[in-house]
Structure formats: structure tokens, C-alpha cells
């Protein structure tokens, strides 16, 4: 028997197929219903980039979810980790300059837009969900950058261990997959990648404490940043070593 989980699934991919053909593509679709249902709007931390973003003044930040015709967009908010992350690197851009860089899970594509602002060779942001990728592209047309974007499952992926520097922003947000992606990012610090992580002490994070973690900065986060981040007071960024064992 059908969840009415999986019913609003499929009736959602039908309603969208009806509206791809409407709209010419399915990239025109979500730009879209990503311009209709969200505001540009500039993080208190991170003023000097402009976001498609749900905020308060948007219907879908006070709506149910099988109201979205957007499924989980995570993309549409500026997650804790992802902030500091960004604000870290807009500080000191030397992290990134003349840097090949992966923002991995990448969400909005701040990460990756704040990389090239910061003077990157390339950034890539990198995410499963295609939707995610065209918010980025929309991101970074709003800053005026160019930045390339990456739909693959890139967890051991040989293609991954192409970049000088891989962000990890909010990813440790479940311990299953935390431990999941942990030998990977291991192998790349062995292969001599840069790992910055950008995260607001969530209880998966936990994964790596036994690690050889840099704490390279600590944020007080805004109080609207709090409300949407479940309460969490500040954003951490990281850098993560090879085992000194």
C-alpha cells in the first residue's frame, strides 16, 4: 500500500511533467518557480552575496510541506555551517585564490560563488539534487560570477580528487551518512586535499572528533540565522588534517 508520502510524490511528477512541457524545459520550469517562491535577500553575515532564499516574507516558510511544488528545498535556505564556511573565506580569500575547489553538497552555491569571488581557478558545486544546481546557477547570475556545477554522486568518485580544495558544508547533518562519507574525505586529505567544514556543532558531527581537526574560526550567528537553524547559536569552520596516529 501506496504511503501518502510516495501518492504526493508521484502526483507531484506528474503535475511537473505537464508544466515542463509548458515552460519548454524542465531548467525553465524550476528558475521559474525558484523566482516565484523565493526572495533575494542578503545574509546578515554574508552581505556581500545576493541569495534566492525562503525567507519569512515567503509563502513556502509558512506552508505545509506537500504545498511546495519545490521537494525538500534545502537549497532555499542558508544553513548554518554553510555561512560560517562562506564568511571564512570571503575573510581570507588566499584559501581559495588560483585554487581548483569542490563545494560538495553544495545547497544555495554560496560556497562556490564565494570562491571565485576570492579570485578561485574554478568552482564547481556539486549536488544530487538537480534543483539545487540550478538555484546555484541562478546564485551566481545574481552576483554576477560564473561558476560550473555537478550532479554526480561524487563520494569516492576518482573525479572528486581533482580540486586543491573541497568545502563541506552542513554535511555531517545525519550520522549514518557522516559515517558513510568519512573514508572518502579521509583519502582525499591523504591525497593532499584541503578539507574545510563548515558546521554548527550538530550531534553527527561527533564522527570526527577522535580526527586532527583545526578550529579555524568561530561565528556568532544572527538571530534570524538561529531561528532557522534550530537554535544553534554559532557556525564553526574547520580544517581537517591527516591523523597524527
Request: glycine letters at 4%; aromatic letters at 10%.
Amino acid at each position: 500500500m501506496f504511503t501518502s508520502r510516495l501518492v504526493r510524490k508521484i502526483l507531484q511528477i506528474e503535475f511537473k511533467v505537464i508544466n515542463f512541457n509548458h515552460f519548454g524545459t524542465k531548467t525553465s520550469y524550476y528558475e521559474n518557480i525558484i523566482a516565484k517562491e523565493t526572495e533575494i535577500t542578503t545574509n546578515q553575515l554574508v552581505p556581500e552575496i545576493k541569495l534566492h532564499l525562503i525567507t519569512q516574507n515567503c509563502r513556502l516558510y509558512h506552508a505545509k510541506a506537500d504545498e511546495s511544488e519545490l521537494h525538500e528545498p534545502f537549497f532555499a535556505f542558508f544553513w548554518a555551517g554553510g555561512i560560517a564556511l562562506t564568511r571564512h573565506m570571503l575573510d581570507n580569500p588566499n584559501l581559495v585564490k588560483n585554487k581548483t575547489c569542490l563545494d560538495f553538497g553544495c545547497g544555495s552555491g554560496a560556497s562556490s560563488i564565494a570562491a571565485i569571488m576570492c579570485g578561485a581557478k574554478k568552482a564547481v558545486a556539486n549536488d544530487i539534487d538537480e534543483v539545487s544546481l540550478i538555484a546555484a546557477k541562478m546564485n551566481a547570475k545574481l552576483n554576477n560570477v560564473e561558476i560550473e556545477t555537478d550532479s554526480r554522486n561524487l563520494i569516492n568518485h576518482p573525479d572528486s580528487f581533482n580540486y586543491d580544495v573541497i568545502f563541506l558544508g552542513d554535511v555531517f547533518y545525519d550520522e549514518e551518512f557522516a559515517v558513510q562519507i568519512l573514508p572518502w574525505i579521509q583519502n582525499l586529505i591523504s591525497a593532499n586535499k584541503k578539507i574545510i567544514i563548515g558546521d554548527p556543532g550538530r550531534h553527527a558531527f561527533n564522527v570526527c572528533k577522535n580526527l586532527n581537526l583545526k578550529l579555524l574560526q568561530e561565528y556568532k550567528l544572527p538571530e534570524n540565522v538561529c531561528t532557522e537553524n534550530n537554535g544553534f547559536q554559532y557556525g564553526y569552520v574547520w580544517e581537517m588534517h591527516k591523523s597524527t596516529d
